[in-house]
Structures are given as C-alpha cells and as structure tokens.
C-alpha cells in the first residue's frame, strides 16, 4: 500500500534530484549484455527521452508469467506516474501489493530504418529508455489530482488547464500509480549501416530511412460550439 505524503507537483520537483545533479546508478539489471557502449544513465538524457512522447509499455509478472501492455506515463521531477480504470488488473495488483507491484516500464523512439546491403546488418536507429522499480498506488487525493493533470498535459501541453477538471466520480474510479526513477538505462543506436567490407561492391540501396512524428490537422467535433476557436497549443503540435 502505498504511504505516499501529501505532494504537489512543486513538492516533488523540488524534492527530487535535478538533472543538473547528473547521472542515475548502473545496476546489476540496467546493464545491458549487448552493446554496452549503446548504454546512457545521464539523468537530462533519460529525461528527454522520457518527455518526448507519452506512451510506454509497462511489464509485470501476473499469475507467473509475464505481461507488458501500453498504456500512457507522464514524469513529474523523478516519477512517472500510469493511470487507468480502478478496475484495470495492474491498478489493483498494485494497490494490494507490498512493497509494490515489480514493473518494468519501456519508451521507444524509432528514429531511422537502417538498410543495410546484407540482410544481417539491418537495424533501426533508436533512442529508448527503461525503467525498474515498484509502482505503488497514490492515494494522496493532491498528488492524484497533479499526476492526473501531467498525464493530461504529457499527451497535449496546456490541455489540463483547458479541460473541465476529473469530479469526485470520476478520481474514484481512476487509479494512479508511482513509479520512482532510480533504476534506469537509456539506449541509444545512431548512425548508418555496419556493412561488411566485402559487402560494399553489392547491388543494393543501403543508407537510412529517417523516421519521425507528425500530427495532422485537428478535426473539430461534430458538434462543437463553431465560436470556440483552435487553441494556440494545437497550433504548435
Ligand atoms: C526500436 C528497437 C528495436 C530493437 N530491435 C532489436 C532486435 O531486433 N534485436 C535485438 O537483439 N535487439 C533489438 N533492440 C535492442 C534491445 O532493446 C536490447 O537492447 C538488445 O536485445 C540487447 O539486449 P541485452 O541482452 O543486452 O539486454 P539485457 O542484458 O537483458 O538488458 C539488461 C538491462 O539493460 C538495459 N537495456 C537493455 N536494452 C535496453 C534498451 N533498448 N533501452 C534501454 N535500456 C536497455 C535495461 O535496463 C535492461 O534491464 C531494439 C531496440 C529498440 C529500441
């Protein structure tokens, strides 16, 4: 269960480490087997990554076996915080687990296809991060309110402010949950292919194909009030 204080949103910036206070600690289980020169703990870095998008996929073990589904994260100073229905399995497997429920929880960015001449070298070019620890149920009704905000604000920044705030109904049948960043990697591949030498006189294309996100032109509701204007955060999506 969790014991989580009274926190805001300033409280825990203020409490938690900066990225100016440099790197997360490499662990037994944030190192990884292959390509460890692909490894970054920097806390700026983990972050960027982190704050660049709002999807994640989250892994925990149920009945024995492993489980990972995608669901939305949004990181406020050193936490992420998920949310979903007070009925979704991992809400409630966290709120009754002791110290928390062990997750695993992983960002992807793909950033390029990387075509090689060979079938072998083919790759993607990434930036991802994982994170280990426990996630505890909030119960706090000030941070619940703060890590719903963020989550609203992680997928459109300045939607919370712009939206009719969760009423009493609505917090009691959504769950939070805390994830603190401790143990954390971040990966990192850039660059083209690594063809073989004897591959470099082969008839084919190789080079990298650059992939990025785009959003598309907002689509009002049928049934929007034709005086409320586009507001300016779309515009900048
Ligand atoms: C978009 C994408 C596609 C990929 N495709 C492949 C593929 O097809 N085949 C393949 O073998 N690998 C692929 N990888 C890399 C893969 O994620 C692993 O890094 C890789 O399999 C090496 O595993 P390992 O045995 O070293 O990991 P482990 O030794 O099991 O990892 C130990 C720890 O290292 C850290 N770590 C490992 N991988 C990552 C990571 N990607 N990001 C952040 N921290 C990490 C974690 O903290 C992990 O717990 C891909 C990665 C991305 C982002």
């Known amino acids: 269960m969790s014991t989580a204080p009274d926190t805001t949103e300033q409280d825990v910036r203020e409490t938690q480490p900066t990225a100016a206070e440099g790197s997360y600690a490499k662990t037994d289980r944030t190192v990884p087997t292959r390509s460890k020169e692909r490894a ?80 072998f070298h083919h790759s993607i070019n990434y930036r991802s991060a994982v994170v280990h620890g426990l996630a505890h149920q909030v119960t706090d009704p000030d941070e619940k309110r703060m890590a719903l905000d963020a989550l609203v604000d992680a997928v459109v920044q300045g939607r919370s402010a712009d939206s009719r705030p969760a009423n009493g109904k609505e917090l009691a049948a959504t769950a939070v ?33 650059p ?14 009030d034709e005086a409320i204007e586009l507001p300016a955060y779309l515009h900048g999506l």
Request: aromatic share 6%.
């Open 211 to 224: 992939v990025s996100r785009t959003y598309g032109t907002p689509i009002p509701s049928d049934d929007l």
């Open 177 to 209: 949950l805390r994830i603190d960043l401790s143990e954390v990697s971040a990966k990192i591949r850039t660059g083209g292919p690594n063809d073989e030498p004897e591959d470099m006189g082969l008839p084919h294309w190789s080079g990298v194909v």
């Open 40 to 119: 970054h703990y920097d806390r700026a870095l983990v972050h960027s990554i982190l704050d660049e998008t709002y999807l994640c996929h989250m892994g925990f073990v149920r009945d024995g076996a492993p489980v990972v589904l995608p669901t939305l994260y949004a990181r406020v100073g050193e936490r992420l915080y998920v949310h979903g229905s007070t009925g979704s399995r991992p809400l409630r497997m966290a709120g009754q687990a002791d110290p928390g429920l062990p997750v695993c929880l992983t960002v992807t960015h793909v950033d390029g296809l990387v075509l090689a001449r060979s079938a």
